[in-house]
């Protein structure tokens, strides 16, 4: 089967739509590993309650990003990992990962990127007064959500909307679009030539 590991740093709710998925039978993907940088994170309780390897770690236990990068990629490794798939993994990846899993290792958003990369994004699209926001999955280059386009879906911004009921209706869109992209990896539909994506 084909395998993922999924990185993710706290609640894990896109992790856990992807359990969800693979348990009946919509992802075509078996999960692997999670890799988690909080050991004390509702990810890995949900990793273990599903029966899922956890690698979790403590980054400042290391010298550097990529002295722990150097580890996952063994674990990584050792479990086969077709696809890494970035579900709230707050940290950046360095050439360690990025370069052994290009056009491998995928993230999503919680924006229509290129606009309101980083930390917040729905508290950003509310500030700035945008009308539409929504969800962006794309692939990991090493910059900050940058890397090319996978699959996008907006999210329309109410007049009345806080950060918060915003960032609830974009995290519902988040749990359909995900575990359909995965599908889409697992079925050998996607593919990056350059900076391009094909779909087919
Ligand atoms: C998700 O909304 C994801 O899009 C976002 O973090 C949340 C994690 O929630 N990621 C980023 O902002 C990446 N820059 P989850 O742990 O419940 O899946």
């Known amino acids: 089967p084909y395998r993922i590991a999924v ?17 009946a039978g919509r992802l075509g993907a078996q999960i692997a590993l999670l890799v988690c940088d909080k050991p ?10 599903a029966g899922v390897p956890v690698f979790a770690f ?15 990629l063994s674990e990584l490794e050792r479990a086969k990992i077709d696809l890494i798939v970035l579900a709230g993994y707050m940290r950046l990846i360095t050439s360690v990962l ?4 290009e056009g491998r290792m995928i993230n999503i958003h919680p924006s229509l ?8 994004a ?3 699209a509310i500030e700035h007064g945008v009308r539409v926001s929504g969800v962006t999955v794309h692939f990991v280059d090493g910059g900050m ?9 907006a999210v329309e911004v109410m007049q ?17 679009l995900y575990p359909e992209v995965v599908s889409w990896f697992a079925a050998g539909r996607v593919k990056l030539e350059g900076r391009r994506v094909i779909l087919f």
Not at 7 to 23: K, V
Not at 40 to 49: D, L, M, T
């Open 7 to 23: 990185f993710a740093s706290g609640t894990g709710s896109n992790f856990q739509a992807l359990l969800d998925a693979s348990r």
């Open 40 to 49: 004390q994170a509702k990810a890995v309780e949900r990793a273990k309650a």
């Open 58 to 72: 403590t980054p400042k236990e290391y010298d550097s990003r990529e002295a722990y990068e150097r580890i996952i």
């Open 98 to 101: 990025v370069e052994p899993y």
């Open 113 to 120: 990127l290129p606009a309101f990369p980083g930390k917040d």
């Open 122 to 124: 729905p508290l950003q």
């Open 145 to 153: 959500d940058t890397g090319p386009i996978i699959a996008q879906r």
């Open 160 to 176: 009345e909307d806080t950060a918060i009921e915003l960032q609830a209706r974009i995290q519902d869109m988040e749990r359909l």
